[in-house]
Each structure stands twice: as C-alpha cells, then as structure tokens.
C-alpha cells in the first residue's frame, strides 16, 4: 500500500517537471521567434 502511494506521487512528480520543462521551452522558442523577427525587420 505503502510503495503504491509513494509510486503515484512520484508520477505526479515527474509529470510536472515535465510540464515544467515543455513551458519553459516554449517560452524560450517565442522569445527566439520573436528576437529573430525583429532582427529581420529593423
């Protein structure tokens, strides 16, 4: 019962550092696309 708590925690766990790390890439790509198309503009 025990290890079957702990094992559903972690998953959570990792679920959200995986969430974490999909927005912080996301957010780093449209700061690129944003720098880049502002670089071709000016």
Do not use: P, R
Request: overall charge positive.
């Amino acid at each position: 019962m025990h290890n079957k708590v702990a094992k559903i925690s972690m998953d959570e766990t990792v679920q959200k550092s995986c969430w974490g790390g999909v927005t912080l890439w996301a957010v780093i790509g449209l700061a690129a696309v944003i720098l880049m198309a502002y670089l071709f503009s000016v």
